[in-house]
Each structure stands twice: as C-alpha cells, then as structure tokens.
C-alpha cells in the first residue's frame, strides 16, 4: 500500500496532503478564496504567490499530522495540469526538489483525474466496472466513460462556461460574493425552484438536430440576465431565494438528464458525481432521484473531497504509483490537458 506526499496549487487553492491508499492520513487547504473575492475572480499572478506562501507550512502540517516523515513516504505527487501555468509551477517545483532531496519518485498528476479519485476516498468500496463520471468543476463539466483506470473517453461537455463558472457569473449578477456556488446554494433555501422558468442550454449538432450529451450554459447565463433587469426595473427587492432555487434547479436538471440518458444509452450502470459543483446538495439530491428511478446505481464524492484539495491527488497518485507510474523528474506543467492524454504525464522523456 503506498503512501504519498500530494500537492495541488491548479488554481485558488494551495493544498497538500499524506495518503496511504485510500486513506487520507493528513490534509490541509489553505484557500485564497476571501483574496480573490475582492476581484470577482481568481487573479492569477496573486494565486501563484499565494501558493508560494502557503505551501511550506501545509507540507510541515500534513507532515506533523500524520506522523509520516517524508523519508518514509513511497513517492511525492502534484497537479501539473490543467490549470493556471504559474501556480502549478509552484506545486510542481516543490514536489519535484522535495523528491530530489529526499531520493523519491515524482509523480505528475493530471487534476481532473485527480477528481475522478476523490470518489475512492469515500468509506464505501470504490465502483466496480465501467462507470460514467460526471465532472462539474469551476473550469470543467464533462460527462467521462471510465473503463478501467486511466482509460477515459470524453462523451459530452459544455460548449461554453463550465458549471462552477455559471454559478460564480449568475452569483455576481445576483449580486452574492465569489464562489457563486455556495452563495447561490445557501440562498437558495426555502425559495420556490419552479417560480422562474429557464432555458436547458442545448447545442446543435452540425448535420441537425442536438448534441446529446454536450452542455451550453451562456443562453440560462443571459436568461438569468433579463430576469434581474426586469425585476429589477420595477423597484421591489429582488426574490434572491426564488431565482438562486430557480438556477440552481435548471442546472441540476439539465446535467442529471443528460448524465442518465447517457448512461443508458452506453450501457453504463453507474453514474459518478465529482468535481467542487458536486458539493451543490440539490444536485447531489436529484441526482439520486433520477438515477434509481432510472435503474441505475449512483456514487457522488465525499463533501469534504468535493472542491480542489491534495487528498484527491494522493489518492490519484497511489493508484498510478501502484501500477509502476513514475514521472520524469524534467516533468513541466501544462494549461490544458485532455484527460485521456494524462498517461502522457509517466513517460520516460517529458512530454512538456
Ligand atoms: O473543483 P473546484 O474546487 O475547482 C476547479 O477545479 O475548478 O470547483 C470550484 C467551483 C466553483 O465554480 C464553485 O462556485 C463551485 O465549484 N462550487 C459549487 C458549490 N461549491 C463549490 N457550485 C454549486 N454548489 C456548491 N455548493
Ligand atoms: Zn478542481
């Protein structure tokens, strides 16, 4: 059972952790959310900075938490893409010296696959078999056939804003603070879901007729728009908690629906749940709903693994480290990455 030292630096949270398998023997997050709040949105030389601040400590906290030196961990591990060149540099830069230092394999990990993993960190057994993986995160939403670890292929995803970016840009219309999600969730309690009716975003397919499985969020983005403006126009407070329930619920119905019709069209039993909008309880909720009345088995992450953290990467990383993964200690980072590319990442010579 390896151990592993993870780092994860993708974008506005600097994190590390010890993971043994799938258990996670120390975590710690530093988030730099209240920073770029003041924004409206993650500025990234500031979270480069940050991350180059936070880091040193996280590693001595995990360290001290879990009693595990890092003399005695297996290999130490990163997010190297997706995600902001400059502050996964950062994670980069202190996994691979801190693997030099210390004689350990580097791994570079792919941060989506690392979400893919936070589902493994749960205290039921991991799925079994083929599952279809929903991933809705700040930066991504796109429905995964996984058939066996690290074999992906990407059957559907969003033309447009991700789902974490339409609740942060519909939060700031609504005037909530940043990260829209949470705002807009706790807004949300106690309104009326059904007050407002919004467009299910969908995308043509070139010959006729729709994509299936693909998602667009601009249209509900521009709904929500025209909404605020028209209520807004007549002087009365806004029904912050009709409009947050109204959103929130379209967005959830529209990737549950497409999640199942998915799933059965592929034969696929299972649908996974995962990335920071699988926080959201309405969609975790629906997605329940939906998937036993359609016969299908669901598995949704652990809240507290749900939003960018280093266990899911330690988790990632124990299962490549276990099947003989190792990165090029020469190993860089990349903004974009397809995630049925990350085997990319263990290759003899860097790929980047
Ligand atoms: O996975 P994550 O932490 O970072 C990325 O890899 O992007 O996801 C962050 C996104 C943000 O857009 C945030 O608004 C959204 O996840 N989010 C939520 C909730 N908690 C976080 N969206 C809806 N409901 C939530 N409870
Ligand atoms: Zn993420």
Redo the contacts with the bound molecule.
Sequence with gaps: MPTVLALET??D?SAAAIVADRSVLASAVASQIEEHARWGGVVPEIASRRHLEALPSLIERVVAESGVALAEVDAIAASVAPGLVGALLVGSVTGRTLARLHGKPFLGIH?LEG?LASVQLGEEAPPQGPVLVLL?????TELIRVDAPGHYQRLGRSHDD????C??KV?RLLGLPY????A??AAAQGGDPSRFSLPKGRVSRPGGGFLPYDFSFSGLKTAMLRQVQALGASGAPLPLADLAASF?QVVAEVLVERSCRCAKAEGLATIVLV???A???R?RALLAQRAAADGLLWRVAPLAW???NAAMVGAAACQRFAEGCRSSIRLGVAPRLPLAEAGRLYASEACF
């Design positions: 993708s974008c949270e941060h979400h809705v995160s700040g930066g991504h991700a789902a974490g970016e609740f942060d939060g990260p829209g999600g949470p807009i969730e929130e990335g920071g909008v926080a959201n309880r969609l749900c939003t960018d």
